[in-house]
Protein backbone atom coordinates (compact mmCIF):
# COMPACT_ATOMS: atom_id res chain seq x y z
CA UNK A 1 0.00 0.00 0.00
CA UNK A 2 1.24 3.46 -1.15
CA UNK A 3 2.86 5.38 2.18
CA UNK A 4 0.31 8.24 1.44
CA UNK A 5 -2.87 5.73 1.21
CA UNK A 6 -1.09 4.36 4.93
CA UNK A 7 -1.06 8.18 6.03
CA UNK A 8 -5.02 9.05 5.23
CA UNK A 9 -5.96 5.63 6.73
CA UNK A 10 -4.44 6.09 10.26
CA UNK A 11 -5.78 9.49 9.67
CA UNK A 12 -9.39 7.51 9.00
CA UNK A 13 -9.06 4.93 11.87
CA UNK A 14 -7.22 7.62 14.24
CA UNK A 15 -10.11 10.31 14.26
CA UNK A 16 -13.81 10.55 13.96
CA UNK A 17 -13.58 10.66 10.06
CA UNK A 18 -15.59 9.17 7.59
CA UNK A 19 -13.51 9.94 4.73
CA UNK A 20 -10.09 11.34 4.12
CA UNK A 21 -8.34 12.52 0.91
CA UNK A 22 -4.87 13.55 -0.04
CA UNK A 23 -2.52 14.19 -2.50
CA UNK A 24 0.91 15.63 -1.88
CA UNK A 25 0.17 17.76 0.74
CA UNK A 26 -3.09 18.24 0.74
CA UNK A 27 -5.40 16.26 2.69
CA UNK A 28 -9.31 16.86 3.24
CA UNK A 29 -10.84 15.52 6.19
CA UNK A 30 -14.50 14.71 6.44
CA UNK A 31 -17.20 13.43 9.03
CA UNK A 32 -20.01 13.69 7.11
CA UNK A 33 -22.19 10.47 6.70
CA UNK A 34 -23.15 8.67 3.14
CA UNK A 35 -21.92 10.05 0.07
CA UNK A 36 -21.84 13.85 1.32
CA UNK A 37 -18.35 13.71 1.46
CA UNK A 38 -17.15 12.23 -1.78
CA UNK A 39 -19.94 14.60 -3.90
CA UNK A 40 -18.74 17.31 -1.78
CA UNK A 41 -15.13 16.55 -3.15
CA UNK A 42 -16.38 15.90 -6.54
CA UNK A 43 -18.10 19.34 -6.53
CA UNK A 44 -15.09 20.91 -5.40
CA UNK A 45 -13.22 19.00 -8.41
CA UNK A 46 -10.63 16.92 -5.78
CA UNK A 47 -9.38 14.76 -8.54
CA UNK A 48 -6.65 12.60 -8.44
CA UNK A 49 -6.66 11.87 -5.15
CA UNK A 50 -5.99 8.88 -2.94
CA UNK A 51 -8.56 7.89 -0.62
CA UNK A 52 -9.52 6.08 2.55
CA UNK A 53 -13.56 5.44 3.03
CA UNK A 54 -15.57 4.04 5.94
CA UNK A 55 -17.67 2.73 3.52
CA UNK A 56 -17.55 1.76 -0.25
CA UNK A 57 -20.56 0.55 -2.00
CA UNK A 58 -21.21 0.82 -5.58
CA UNK A 59 -22.69 4.17 -5.49
CA UNK A 60 -19.33 5.23 -3.35
CA UNK A 61 -17.52 3.56 -6.23
CA UNK A 62 -18.80 5.31 -9.07
CA UNK A 63 -17.94 8.26 -7.40
CA UNK A 64 -14.34 7.38 -7.00
CA UNK A 65 -14.18 6.77 -10.37
CA UNK A 66 -15.63 10.19 -11.42
CA UNK A 67 -12.77 11.43 -9.01
CA UNK A 68 -9.85 9.80 -10.89
CA UNK A 69 -9.35 8.37 -7.65
CA UNK A 70 -5.56 7.02 -7.44
CA UNK A 71 -6.54 3.99 -5.08
CA UNK A 72 -8.99 3.42 -2.17
CA UNK A 73 -9.10 1.99 1.21
CA UNK A 74 -11.82 1.04 2.87
CA UNK A 75 -12.68 -0.50 6.20
CA UNK A 76 -16.10 -2.04 4.37
CA UNK A 77 -16.36 -3.05 0.62
CA UNK A 78 -19.53 -4.33 -1.09
CA UNK A 79 -18.68 -6.93 -3.71
CA UNK A 80 -20.55 -4.63 -6.53
CA UNK A 81 -18.43 -1.94 -5.04
CA UNK A 82 -15.13 -3.65 -5.33
CA UNK A 83 -16.20 -4.85 -8.91
CA UNK A 84 -16.54 -1.00 -10.03
CA UNK A 85 -13.00 -0.19 -8.30
CA UNK A 86 -11.52 -3.03 -10.38
CA UNK A 87 -12.82 -2.56 -13.99
CA UNK A 88 -11.87 1.01 -13.60
CA UNK A 89 -8.48 -0.57 -12.74
CA UNK A 90 -8.54 1.62 -9.21
CA UNK A 91 -6.49 -0.33 -6.70
CA UNK A 92 -8.29 -0.89 -3.69
CA UNK A 93 -7.39 -2.02 0.03
CA UNK A 94 -10.13 -3.35 2.44
CA UNK A 95 -10.32 -4.84 5.75
CA UNK A 96 -13.97 -6.62 4.82
CA UNK A 97 -16.03 -7.14 2.13
CA UNK A 98 -20.06 -7.61 2.02
CA UNK A 99 -22.56 -8.72 -0.41
CA UNK A 100 -24.73 -5.31 0.18
CA UNK A 101 -24.59 -1.99 1.92
CA UNK A 102 -27.23 -1.73 4.18
CA UNK A 103 -29.75 1.35 4.97
CA UNK A 104 -29.12 3.13 8.53
CA UNK A 105 -31.70 0.98 9.93
CA UNK A 106 -29.97 -2.55 9.21
CA UNK A 107 -33.63 -3.36 7.20
CA UNK A 108 -32.44 -3.49 3.52
CA UNK A 109 -30.44 -1.98 1.05
CA UNK A 110 -28.94 1.21 1.42
CA UNK A 111 -31.31 3.47 -0.83
CA UNK A 112 -28.20 4.69 -3.02
CA UNK A 113 -27.44 1.27 -3.04
CA UNK A 114 -30.63 0.69 -4.92
CA UNK A 115 -30.27 3.63 -6.95
CA UNK A 116 -27.43 2.57 -9.06
CA UNK A 117 -27.80 -1.25 -8.61
CA UNK A 118 -28.80 -1.98 -12.46
CA UNK A 119 -26.17 0.48 -13.68
CA UNK A 120 -22.72 0.60 -15.06
CA UNK A 121 -21.94 3.65 -16.38
CA UNK A 122 -20.49 6.33 -13.32
CA UNK A 123 -21.76 9.44 -15.18
CA UNK A 124 -25.26 7.88 -15.56
CA UNK A 125 -25.06 6.48 -11.90
CA UNK A 126 -24.06 9.99 -10.75
CA UNK A 127 -27.03 11.69 -12.23
CA UNK A 128 -29.64 9.16 -10.67
CA UNK A 129 -28.01 9.61 -6.92
CA UNK A 130 -28.54 13.30 -7.71
CA UNK A 131 -31.71 12.66 -8.68
CA UNK A 132 -32.85 10.54 -5.52
CA UNK A 133 -30.92 13.20 -3.24
CA UNK A 134 -32.90 15.98 -4.53
CA UNK A 135 -36.01 13.78 -4.48
CA UNK A 136 -35.11 13.32 -0.76
CA UNK A 137 -34.67 17.11 0.11
CA UNK A 138 -38.28 17.21 -1.44
CA UNK A 139 -40.23 15.36 0.76
Excluded: W
Excluded at 42 to 59: P, S, T
Amino acid sequence: MEEILMKLKNILEESEATCVIGKNSDVCVSKQKGLKPLIQFYNENKRGYYAADKVVGKAAAFIHVLLKTKAVYTDTISVSGLQVLKQHNIPVYYREKVEIIANREKSGMCPMEKAVKDIDDPVIAYAELMNVIQSKKNN
